[in-house]
């Protein structure tokens, strides 16, 4: 059973619950089919075909071992990984880290099919470092929601390698897959995606439950009095407010304590108050788990509170503060 099959109405939690965790693997795995990266005019594949994607890789990895290799020496060679080297990354490929939370290397990804495939992420290369707070700032169409979807596991890139927590998530099957994102990433939308037919305490259990994990609505009580709702446990998604909602899936995100949290305009359809006690409850309780920290915003207000800002234009990294930081430390 896929989650495209399952009738949420007609199932209701037990049946959910009892799904084994086979069809819905996760709350995120219906938002991935649901979320659409914002401005991004190529619509997403309902499926996209596992030989077209390895085609397209063998191709890429073909043309990028014609390409001739620079020499790499000292501390910089020590920190990349060997499928990398002699790869052009661009600003950020001073930046490779030994150990990150988060490692990207020459990812592109293209969506839509015939005329109406575009290009959306162009030789992404970039790497975040564990308990980094990070911006990926830009407008409307820059791709990066897009990219936010692919540091999740949540899309697959054409070509290019996605290391979360060292392990390579682009080549996992989609079993694999969901369960390592589960217990390692956390996931907050911008259009919540709550199961209408759960009470807050089961949207947020039900992460748990389907890992298996022991004391879930316990665990899910604790989660939502941390985000102020202690008071709203037994209602459903359309008995609350828009920024009740939001911090349901919040908590959802968090309870499984996950390394890394990423965020996609978590404020996006809540007005200019409720999303900034949102962001301040996000900023908080990233603090407190000691998570890593990805947040996509159009907001220079908002991405400044990060402490470090990746801009995006066209499907491409246009400037990165950490690399201007490092680029200043060095003239020092």
Same mark, same amino acid.
């Given at each position: ?27 995120? /795995? ?18 996209? =075909? +596992? /030989? ?7 191709? @890429? ?15 910089? /060679? ?58 990926? !700032? ?15 596991? !949540? ?13 390579? $998530? ?9 369960? %390592? @994102? ?6 907050? %939308?911008? +259009?919540?995606?709550? $199961?209408?037919?759960?009470?807050? !305490? ?14 879930? %609505?316990?665990?899910?009580?604790? *989660? ?9 446990? =037994? ?16 908590? @959802? ?22 999303? *900034?006690? $949102?962001?301040? !409850?996000? %900023?908080?309780?990233?603090? +407190? #788990? ?7 915003? #159009?907001?220079?207000?908002? +991405? ?12 491409? $990294? ?15």
């Amino acid at each position: 059973t896929r989650v495209d099959d399952l009738d949420v109405k007609a199932l209701g939690p037990e049946g959910l619950l009892q799904n084994g965790g086979k069809g819905l693997v996760s709350s995120e /795995a219906i938002a991935c089919r649901e979320a659409v990266a914002e401005g991004d005019d190529a619509q997403r594949p309902g499926v996209r =075909r +596992a /030989a077209e994607r390895e085609k397209e890789r063998e191709r @890429r990895e073909k043309d990028l071992a014609k390409t001739p290799k620079a020499p790499i020496s000292g501390e910089a /060679a020590s920190a990349r990984r060997p499928e990398i080297f002699g790869r052009h990354c661009g600003l950020s490929e001073r930046l490779f880290m030994s150990d990150p939370a988060i490692s990207l290397a020459n990812v592109n990804l293209a969506l839509g099919s015939g005329v109406a495939r575009a290009q959306i992420l162009h030789d992404i290369c970039l790497d975040v470092a564990k308990g980094e707070t990070l911006a990926l !700032l830009g407008p409307s169409g820059s791709g990066k929601s897009t990219l936010l979807m692919v540091m999740a596991g !949540l899309e697959a890139p054409d070509s290019g390698s996605v290391y979360v927590g060292g392990r390579r $998530i682009d080549r996992m099957d989609e079993d694999a897959l969901a369960r %390592f @994102r589960g217990a390692r990433i956390g996931v907050v %939308f911008q +259009a919540f995606h709550l $199961i209408q037919t759960l009470t807050a !305490l089961e949207n947020v259990a039900i992460p748990l439950e389907l890992a298996g994990e022991a004391g879930a %609505f316990e665990r899910a009580r604790k *989660a939502l009095a941390q985000v102020g709702l202690d008071h709203r446990l =037994r209602h459903y998604p359309a008995q609350m407010s828009g920024g009740e909602q939001q911090r349901v899936a919040l908590a @959802r995100a968090l309870v499984a304590n996950p390394s890394i949290l990423v965020a996609d305009e978590p404020t996006g359809n809540l007005d200019q108050g409720v999303g *900034a006690e $949102i962001m301040e !409850l996000i %900023f908080a309780l990233n603090r +407190a #788990h000691g998570s890593t920290l990805v947040l996509v915003t #159009h907001d220079e207000a908002l +991405a400044s509170r990060c402490r470090r800002i990746v801009r995006l234009r066209n499907g491409r $990294i246009e400037s990165d503060s950490a690399a201007l930081q490092d680029v200043e430390h060095a003239g020092a």
